[in-house]
């Protein structure tokens, strides 16, 4: 599916439109692989994805590599992966047992660990367009979310 938005709140809705889908289709383990530059809102997406289950104060997790959040059952790992250049710092955070552990994995730069990324992600890609500053395009593919929505 493709998205356009023209604001943050907008791009927050289609994170939580996501959450809807996926906990609603009885999907509570799921892998979300995000790509996108620096301030384009990937963080503001998954603030989105989170606010569907109650959880509030998500926050870049850049330094911490990654911040789990749990609500009523619900985990939500939220990673960064900008600071991660090689397998050896993947695998030092743990990565191999987060990945398999149940939960939504969500991780922004995974364009920094593609070989590290299970068959069965889901893709969401959020890109500028040129037309106005805050306008933006967010692309959701794989995970059988382009017959779901
Ligand atoms: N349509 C939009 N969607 C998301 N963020 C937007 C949008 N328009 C402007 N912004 C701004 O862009 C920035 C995105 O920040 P953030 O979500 O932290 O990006 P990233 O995690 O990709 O680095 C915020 O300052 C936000 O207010
Ligand atoms: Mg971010």
Request: aromatic share 12%; charged share 25%; net charge negative.
């Amino acid at each position: 599916m493709i998205f356009t938005t023209k604001n943050t709140d907008e791009t927050r809705a289609i994170g939580r439109k996501i959450a809807e889908k996926l906990h609603t289709g009885g999907t509570e383990t799921a892998y979300i692989a995000m790509r996108g530059e620096m301030g384009v809102g990937k963080t503001a997406f998954v603030s989105g994805f989170a606010s569907y289950f109650g959880i509030s104060g998500v926050k870049s997790p850049t330094y911490a590599v990654m911040n789990q959040y749990s609500m009523d059952g619900i985990t939500i790992r939220h990673f960064d992966m900008y600071r991660i250049t090689d397998e050896d710092d993947l695998y030092s955070i743990g990565y191999d047992d987060y990945v398999n552990a149940r939960g939504y994995n969500i991780v922004e730069w995974s364009e920094n660990i593609e070989y590290a990324i299970p068959d069965s992600a889901i893709y969401v890609s959020i890109e500028r367009l040129p037309e106005c500053d805050e306008h933006r395009r967010i692309t959701v593919t794989g995970g059988g979310m382009e017959i779901q929505i």
